[in-house]
């Protein structure tokens, strides 16, 4: 069945495109013009695959919205694409902190959209049987399946956060500088004085439970993931 895409704005000429849009290249949708409407949905309809969510609603800010889903276990890990007329890089930052997995500045191109939303729905390659998986201590991760557990029990990350898992596993042992993890996990190419990363990282560790200890702070620096599971902190 294809991916379904809820649609949070208040412009409801832009609802319409976007619906059109996203319909033709494959998707169903859904959508709402209030934030509250978006929370109702969630709730009792259909859990959709990935919401596009404007930051500028009439009754709640997207910020919010994207905080309550990022704050529910049952709809934490579901992908975030934020639409909005701040371009600042002040504002895409205070989006990623808030949980979004991407962010996208209006006017955009639909095909831009497109693609972003390809990226952050890209699960396992075409005709692949056989999943990839990282045993690393007590953590499994999955690469294909997307899934996380921790002795056995599955973990709920967000796309983003699953980026900034595999980013780790990818690197182990090496210390990353937080500007260095922006560019590869966020495409934030920028020296900017952020607590993305530091916000990003305790959020992972929380929820890899005793897994979240495989990731070291290097202080002044940034963050180092063990290169064996026994390896002691630092």
């Not at 379904?4 to 319409?16: C, K, N, P, S, T």
């Amino acid at each position: 069945m294809a991916d379904l895409i809820q649609i949070v704005d208040d412009e409801q000429d832009l609802v319409d495109t976007l619906t059109y849009n996203l319909q033709r290249n494959g998707y169903r949708t859904s959508a709402a013009l209030t934030g509250s409407d978006a929370l109702r949905q969630l709730e009792s309809g259909p859990r959709p695959d990935l919401i596009l969510l404007d930051l500028m609603l009439p009754d709640l800010p997207g910020m919010e919205i994207c905080q309550i889903i990022r704050g529910d276990p049952k709809l934490q890990d579901l992908p975030i694409l934020m639409l909005t007329a701040r371009g600042e890089e002040s504002d895409r930052i205070n989006g990623l902190e808030a949980g979004a997995d991407d962010y996208i500045v209006k006017p955009f191109s639909i095909r831009e959209l497109i693609l972003r939303i390809q990226v952050v729905l890209r699960r396992c390659p075409p005709g692949q049987s056989e999943s990839r998986q990282i045993e690393f201590g007590c953590m499994v991760v999955d690469l294909d399946a997307y899934e996380v557990t921790v002795n056995d029990k599955p973990v709920n990350l967000s796309a983003l956060e699953f980026r900034l898992l595999t980013n780790f596993l990818d690197n182990k042992g090496r210390a990353q500088s937080r500007s260095a993890l922006l560019e590869k996990v966020w495409d934030i190419h920028a020296d900017v004085q952020t607590r993305t990363v530091d916000v990003h990282v305790k959020r992972l560790r929380d929820k890899l439970m005793e897994a979240g200890e495989y990731i070291h702070t290097v202080r002044g620096f940034g963050y180092r993931f063990r290169k064996k599971p026994d390896e002691a902190a630092n």
